[in-house]
């Protein structure tokens, strides 16, 4: 008789089981504080919301210090709701649904947003945390802690208020597992890209910081860094003079009582290892990490890349300087608060083709502008975006490469690559009938040389800013936008030789959304001649 542990069996039999989701242990959407009393807005959603037109909000008109108009609560709310916030809700069989301003992976929504503000109009300085559900505040210090926010990240100027973004990271991997810890930053990329296009509308200068001290941040929040962390600050307005706080530290706060997050949480190791292994430690370490200094450079390759017959200028002759931005008055959008509100993932695409202005204004906008370390003349030379047009009037079907220093489109490859992009989107019908896929990847022995592994967050986060500012551009030009997930090294192996080196971040599909939005069935040959090589064929005995 066997004389094993007899736990053994029964422990692998749970490990695995299979379902097709477990709704037992997934974590709840939005974090409350019964404890503490909700703080009302302005009700956003009241109003149209920003009125500039989408393309030149996106594209980062974004208004300096000197010309910034002052930070209102008014103002503030709008940069939540437009961000953050429901702005839907859709009763179904099950239940209610909630549609949010940003797209998320899974609609799971792992990013929570909490302010440190100076006295404002109707609102007391302190420490808060945002309610998305309720467009609510609820107040966690008292005081004006601008100054010891600022400091964290090595910038000691006081702004009229700070966004710290955290990320509740089992929100993600109670489905994407291992694999959403990438997730999280997808989905706070796509927020940023709204908060930056709200800003550039409200004429309130943003700035995007990567670098800080992390377990201090953690402290102030009263967070405890791991099953939720600080991920991004966001610097609002312009530097107003405020003298610094006094000397010392701000004791860290008691976590204050919250729903919990966490529970039944599973751990990925990896997922927390190369969060550990990215923390800065001190104030000192993040004030180098952020000195600009460290900026990367534009590729010879994209420098050398410009010219001949198959590259295509995204500006026309008419357009202004060879490199010049495009103007937009020509290619009119959506009003950015009307697209923000109405915008959805769009489920099923029609196969026609959209227009060569449409498409060239998106994709010059997407990158433009962002205040965020890394970007060099309006892009980050740390990330590549290439395409597979599949039906853009005027622009030959293939395979791309986007050229960000002189802006144009560079034809890698002539042809019908409808079922690779299928294939490549991780067999989905989405990139096989959508016009355009966007493929945005990253040099990430190159990240990791300049940045460590902090690095990976970040571009994972711009990654998802540019697929955001897609998305919004698509959207308020009438067509559709979705993200969706991959097969990360046949993307790579697809662009090669040119994309070599590189590693597959984000992908988007563009175009005309389907009258019937529901997701369609889709099998790609490749796929099928895969899965008969799995099962032998071709091999011999």
Wanted: charged fraction near 20%.
């Amino acid at each position: 008789m066997a004389t094993g542990d007899s736990s053994v069996a029964r422990q692998f039999n749970e490990a695995t089981k299979l379902q097709y989701i477990n709704l037992a242990n997934k974590p709840p959407l939005y974090k409350v504080y019964p404890g503490l009393r909700a703080i009302p807005l302005p009700d956003a959603a009241a109003g149209s919301g920003p009125g500039m037109a989408t393309l030149d909000a996106i594209r980062g008109a974004e208004p300096d210090s000197d010309s910034a108009q002052p930070l209102t609560l008014q103002k503030l709310t709008s940069l939540l709701y437009h961000s953050a916030a429901v702005i839907r809700r859709r009763q179904l069989r099950d239940g209610e649904v909630h549609y949010r301003a940003a797209a998320s992976a899974g609609a799971l929504y792992p990013t929570e947003i909490y302010l440190v503000c100076g006295d404002l109009d109707g609102l007391r300085a302190g420490v808060y945390h945002f309610n998305p559900l309720t467009c609510t505040l609820a107040r966690l210090r008292n005081g004006d802690l601008r100054r010891w926010i600022g400091g964290a990240t090595g910038d000691h100027a006081a702004y009229p208020a700070t966004l710290v973004f955290t990320t509740v990271f089992w929100r993600s991997a109670w489905k994407y597992r291992e694999r959403g810890y990438r997730y999280c930053y997808w989905d706070l990329g796509t927020m940023a890209a709204n908060l930056l296009a709200t800003g550039s509308a409200e004429g309130v200068p943003i700035g995007l910081k990567f670098g800080f001290a992390d377990r201090l941040v953690s402290g102030f929040l009263g967070i405890d860094g791991y099953d939720e962390a600080p991920s991004l600050i966001a610097a609002i307005g312009a530097p107003d003079g405020v003298p610094p706080a006094g000397p010392g530290d701000v004791p860290g706060m008691l976590p204050q009582e919250s729903n919990d997050l966490s529970a039944g949480a599973i751990d990925y190791p990896l997922s927390r290892e190369l969060h550990l292994a990215s923390l800065l430690r001190t104030r000192g370490d993040a004030a180098e990490w952020n000195d600009g200094s460290r900026k990367g450079t534009n590729s010879e390759r994209d420098e050398l890349d410009g010219t001949g017959d198959n590259f295509r200028p995204l500006r026309s002759e008419t357009d202004g300087a060879f490199r010049g931005d495009l103007d937009l008055r020509a290619q009119p959008s959506a009003a950015l608060g009307d697209c923000i509100r109405s915008r959805g993932s769009t489920r099923r695409f029609a196969t026609e083709p959209i227009p060569w202005e449409t498409f060239r204004s998106v994709v010059d906008a997407a990158g433009k502008g962002i205040n965020a370390p890394s970007f060099v003349d309006g892009f980050s030379p740390y990330l590549s975006m290439y395409f597979i047009a599949n039906a853009v009037s005027g622009l030959e079907p293939g395979a791309y490469y986007y050229n960000r220093f002189y802006n144009g489109l560079r034809l890698l490859q002539a042809g019908d690559f409808r079922e690779m992009a299928g294939h490549l989107g991780y067999e989905q019908a989405l990139p096989a009938d959508a016009a355009a896929v966007a493929f945005i990847t990253a040099d990430l022995e190159r990240v990791n040389r300049d940045f460590g592994p902090r690095g990976y967050r970040m571009v994972q986060t711009l990654a998802g800013t540019i697929g955001g500012r897609l998305y919004l551009g698509m959207h308020a030009l009438g067509l559709g936008a979705t993200g969706l997930t991959f097969f990360d090294d046949s993307v790579v192996e697809f662009f090669a030789p040119h994309a070599t080196g590189q590693e597959s971040v984000f992908v988007v599909p563009m175009g005309v959304a389907h009258d019937t939005n529901r997701v369609r069935p889709f099998r790609s040959r490749i796929a099928v001649s895969l899965d008969a090589r799995a099962r032998g064929a071709g091999q011999e005995g």
